[in-house]
């Protein structure tokens, strides 16, 4: 590790390309890199060598030494992981608590793919590069040092502040469902791992920032079909493999309809003055009339949109047949649908099943780690809460809500009736969005900003 005020000298010379020069946090910028960097080192993935709960015990000692009761940061083991939660009492144990929500697992990343070691940690070109750069461990490092920051300074909030990490978020969200039920009592929950700015590819310069309100659920179904069977030199008319590719066809071919509501249509009123003319005029006009034939087929054609318009489900796994000279018995195929707020997973499946036009088809919900929520409620103190702290180091910067596309914790605070916000202030370039992704990294420039946000929003939220 480099020295501490090296890395505050890296940071705050970053930080000078787009930040608008919000007020130096020496120590608190220091502690959020060097935290992020000691982090990324630690192999969090699921599985054999899964060093997540060092994760936690790590920013478990953060916040007991920035001052936090011990007693108040629990890390609770489950399976091969763990979980943290740190309560900041307030003044009014009466009041539901704000909660600060992240996670401190990582997706696998297999170093011979990668440029550098991925849980090496590198700063270079103004980036840190490593698994978990982008999500999530500079996110929570940052939230960290920034409750901390808020503390050296003598605040005290008037209603408990909570900040928990899961430990499974990537995969089977376990501890994320455990978490939501602990803190079912919350006010609303701050999820640090959605939402965030863009900024432009060319200019590195901020465009717009999202706070995320709702999220499309996720869902696996199993598509099966069996039959008798037989010797492949008397071809039959009912082939397992011919009658589920016919189905998936048919599913490939259809469009779940295309729907708005307050959340998607605001973003795509806002959104649309970034994009290309095409682009934004069929985004202005979806939002006008999410039946517009025109803009629907413009943005379906597009990847970065198409789930932004209703529900999808696409074919991801295949498996038939059990001998090359054998006519297949049973052929199998799993349907993953990302779901628009508001439908339930049986109203999909029984919508997949009159797409699929074939009663030999027999479609089963073979879903884990996931429930169906609906948006959260567009509540005006967040609203403002999040316009004033982005205004505070980005002034001018337009701020929206949207849609995320897939799924995170949020959806367990979502179901058991707490609002949930994506709320993270990171800033990236499209070109830079690498998370999951081989050489992920983000822009240390994010530090300051990012801690003065979170000094004013944690700030206002629980005053």
């Known amino acids: 590790m480099k020295c501490v005020w090296a890395l505050v000298a890296l940071v705050a010379v970053a930080t000078e390309s787009f930040a608008g020069e919000p007020p130096p946090r020496p120590r608190a910028e220091a502690q959020a890199l060097e935290l992020a960097q000691k982090a990324i080192s630690l192999r969090s993935v699921r599985g054999p060598g899964?060093?997540?709960?060092?994760?936690?015990?790590?920013?478990?000692?953060?916040?007991?030494?920035?001052?936090?009761?011990?007693?108040?940061?629990?890390?609770?083991?489950?399976?091969?992981?763990?979980?943290?939660?740190?309560?900041?009492?307030?003044?009014?144990?009466?009041?539901?608590?704000?909660?600060?929500?992240?996670?401190?697992?990582?997706?696998?990343?297999?170093?011979?793919?990668?440029?550098?070691?991925?849980?090496?940690?590198?700063?270079?070109?103004?980036?840190?590069?490593?698994?978990?750069?982008?999500?999530?461990?500079?996110d929570g490092a940052i939230a960290i040092a920034s409750l901390i920051e808020l503390k050296r300074q003598g605040y005290v909030p008037r209603?408990?502040?909570?900040?928990?990490?899961?430990?499974?978020?990537?995969?089977?969200?376990?501890?994320?469902?455990?978490?939501?039920?602990?803190?079912?009592?919350?006010?609303?929950?701050?999820?640090?791992?959605?939402?965030?700015?863009?900024?432009?590819?060319?200019?590195?310069?901020?465009?717009y920032f999202t706070w995320q309100g709702a999220e499309k659920s996720y869902a696996d179904f199993k598509l099966t079909v069996t039959n008798p069977g037989g010797h492949s030199s008397q071809p039959r008319p009912d082939n397992a493999i011919d009658q589920l590719s016919a189905a998936l066809l048919r599913i490939h071919a259809y469009q779940f309809k295309p729907e708005l509501n307050p959340i998607s249509r605001a973003y795509f009123q806002e959104a649309a003055k970034y994009e290309s003319p095409e682009i934004g005029a069929a985004m202005r006009a979806f939002a006008a009339d999410p039946a517009d034939k025109r803009a629907i087929a413009t943005l379906s054609g597009e990847p970065a949109f198409v789930g932004k318009i209703g529900t999808t489900c696409v074919v991801t796994l295949i498996k038939g047949g059990h001998a090359e000279n054998a006519l297949p018995q049973r052929a199998e195929a799993n349907i993953n649908c990302r779901i628009f707020p508001g439908h339930p997973r049986a109203e999909i499946m029984a919508e997949l099943q009159r797409a699929a036009a074939d009663p030999a088809v027999s479609i089963t919900d073979v879903t884990e780690g996931s429930v169906a929520t609906d948006a959260s409620p567009m509540r005006p103190d967040f609203i403002a809460a999040v316009k004033k702290a982005l205004g505070t180091v980005y002034p001018g910067v337009p701020v929206f809500p949207s849609i995320a596309s897939g799924a995170s914790d949020s959806m367990w605070s979502r179901a058991r009736g707490v609002a949930s916000y994506g709320a993270g202030p990171i800033f990236i370039k499209p070109s830079d969005d690498f998370s999951h992704g081989l050489n992920e990294r983000t822009p240390v420039a994010n530090i300051r900003p990012a801690i003065d946000y979170y000094l004013s929003l944690v700030t206002d939220l629980s005053k």
Not at 109 to 121: H, V
Not at 178 to 189: F, G, T
Not at 191 to 201: A, E, H, M, P
């Open 50 to 138: 899964n060093q997540t709960p060092q994760v936690a015990e790590l920013f478990k000692a953060a916040l007991v030494q920035g001052g936090f009761a011990p007693q108040d940061v629990s890390i609770t083991p489950v399976d091969d992981t763990a979980y943290l939660i740190g309560r900041w009492r307030g003044r009014d144990p009466k009041l539901k608590p704000l909660v600060i929500s992240g996670h401190m697992d990582v997706v696998e990343a297999n170093p011979a793919d990668w440029k550098r070691d991925p849980f090496t940690p590198v700063i270079e070109d103004g980036y840190l590069f490593g698994r978990g750069a982008t999500d999530m461990k500079l």
């Open 159 to 207: 209603r408990d502040i909570v900040i928990e990490f899961s430990g499974d978020e990537e995969t089977t969200m376990k501890t994320s469902a455990i978490i939501a039920e602990k803190l079912a009592d919350a006010d609303l929950v701050l999820n640090i791992d959605g939402g965030g700015g863009v900024l432009d590819d060319k200019t590195g310069a901020p465009l």
